[in-house]
């Protein structure tokens, strides 16, 4: 049959049908206006109307397209397409509507998705005398269609994931949700708890109240809260035993249901770890305590031997001291005398010094400041150790610091200070050597040296040389009581100074100290 008469006769056929009254005039003016894919085939497959959206979506005019095979037209790149095409129209011809999705290229190169259908159009006698093509484009659909499943799976993912536990219930408070964060808190597979009560995870004392809660939760406005007020539930485990965990509830409404999500976190490890901390830290706090009343009963000790053994030991003293003087010098007691009274003068700074650090330790040191000459203090200081340094042949030093402003101090303290630091630098200086004693300014405040050319302060003890009863491992004889140092440290710090060694082994060390000159 040519085309002429294909088309003659299927506008006859369609002029005869006047499907539900409507004209074929009516007909193109309906597929004119359409915005969708609409054709009209014959049942043998040829394309006999198109209407204007499908022919722009090619880029093809009428007369391109109809009385030609509907499969061999543009719109159809695929091989696969086409047959699946012939075997649609097959179908329809013989009195079936077919329908499906086909994804069809057009002019611009962009793929688009169709829902596509073939549906047959019957004569008054029953003749299927054309097939009606419709095709709905779903790209966005499809597209949001795929969104909506990645985001499906991705919080299914999350959902089985999370180590949090995801419990949902319904209105009736049943479960219909557990995630494996759940079955692994719990110790429940989801098969044997889901349709279950809600109660099965909660203690039995708890149960009402939590009923409660959840209804109470439903009928307010809000969406989401914590439970137990920002505070912790308790939960139960398949074997009975109680756990504290944090939980949140939240509601949606489903197919006009409630659904309520409760995730949750088991905290049992934290609560253990807090216990613990709370336990380290009253340990701490009683050791603490136990060390200052330690330190306490020591300072006291101290300050009670030190007096009760001053007392006797300065009648000793001065009654030695009275005997000397009364005896002739060639008496042959004045040597016994002499060794008395030198053991009774080192038992006196020993004492002396056990006191001081006991002070010194309970931060009540007696200092009285009063301006004082730094020269001055300096050759007070270096004069009782001239003739010991002499007898060592020690070169002892004294370097004049000039035209310094006073200092605010307590003389007699850091005279104790800077004799402390002559005696350990002349007991460490060997024959030949030298100990130099000055000044300098530094900023607000004075710097005494007092340098040796001893052995030096190995680099491991230097930290140490200022702490109490430390000695060096090459003090001689162990002797001296190991307190001078930290004695000194506690003078100048509480002057607001500071101390401090260099030292190079085998050269001698440096050991200097500031004191704050008075304000202007």
Not at 139 to 152: N, V
Request: glycine letters at 10%; aromatic letters at 6%; hydrophobic letters at 40%.
């Amino acid at each position: 049959m040519q085309p002429k008469d294909r088309d003659s006769a299927a506008s006859s056929d369609v002029e005869s049908t006047d499907l539900y009254g409507v004209s074929d005039a009516r007909i193109r003016t309906i597929f004119g206006n359409c915005l969708q894919f609409l054709g009209l085939v014959s049942p043998e497959g040829i394309l006999l109307e198109a209407n204007p959206a499908s022919l722009a979506f090619i880029g093809n005019e009428r007369a391109d397209v109809v009385d030609r095979p509907f499969w061999e037209t543009p719109w159809w790149t695929a091989e696969d397409d086409r047959r699946r095409l012939r075997d649609a129209i097959a179908r329809a011809a013989s009195g079936e509507a077919v329908r499906y999705e086909l994804e069809l290229v057009g002019e611009s190169g962009d793929p688009a998705v169709f829902d596509f259908s073939l549906v047959p159009v019957r004569s008054a006698d029953g003749r299927i005398v054309s097939i009606v093509a419709e095709g709905r484009e779903i790209t966005a659909l499809m597209r949001a269609r795929e969104a909506l499943r990645g985001s499906k799976a991705r919080l299914a993912a999350i959902v089985r994931g999370t180590l949090d536990g995801i419990v949902s219930i319904d209105d009736e408070q049943r479960i219909r949700l557990f995630n494996q964060g759940a079955e692994q808190i719990f110790g429940y597979d989801s098969d044997e708890v889901l349709g279950q009560p809600l109660d099965v995870l909660i203690p039995e004392s708890f149960r009402a109240a939590h009923q409660r809660y959840v209804r109470a939760f439903g009928e307010s406005p809000e969406v989401a809260r914590h439970m137990g007020e920002r505070g912790e539930i308790v939960g139960q485990r398949k074997n009975g035993e109680l756990f504290p965990a944090e939980a949140s509830i939240a509601e949606v409404t489903v197919g006009g249901g409630t659904i309520y999500t409760v995730v949750l976190r088991d905290i049992t490890e934290r609560r253990e770890m807090e216990r613990e901390r709370a336990r380290l830290a009253e340990a701490q706090r009683k050791a603490r305590l136990d060390a200052e009343a330690a330190t306490r009963a020591r300072d006291e000790m101290l300050r009670v031997v030190s007096h009760d053994l001053r007392n006797p030991l300065t009648g000793i003293l001065r009654g030695v001291r009275m005997r000397r003087l009364a005896l002739e010098s060639e008496h042959p007691g004045l040597e016994i005398l002499e060794g008395i009274e030198l053991a009774a003068e080192r038992q006196d700074r020993l004492i002396r010094d056990l006191s001081d650090v006991a002070s010194i330790e309970a931060g009540h040191l007696s200092i009285e400041r009063r301006p004082h000459d730094l020269a001055a203090l300096l050759r007070a200081a270096i004069r009782p150790f001239e003739s010991v340094a002499w007898s060592r042949e020690i070169d002892l030093v004294w370097e004049d610091p000039g035209d310094l402003p006073p200092v605010s101090v307590d003389r007699d303290r850091i005279v104790q200070v800077l004799s402390n630091l002559l005696d350990n630098a002349l007991n460490v200086t060997p024959p030949g050597g030298h100990v130099r004693i000055g000044a300098t300014t530094a900023g607000e405040h004075a710097r005494v040296v007092v340098r040796d050319t001893g052995r030096g302060v190995p680099e491991a003890e230097r930290e140490l040389v200022f702490e109490r009863f430390w000695r060096g491992a090459e003090t001689k004889n162990g002797a001296g009581s190991g307190l001078g140092l930290a004695i000194a440290r506690g003078i100048v710090e509480s002057h607001g100074g500071e101390i401090g060694v260099d030292s190079e082994p085998g050269r001698g060390s440096s050991f200097h100290f500031t004191l704050p000159f008075v304000p202007a």
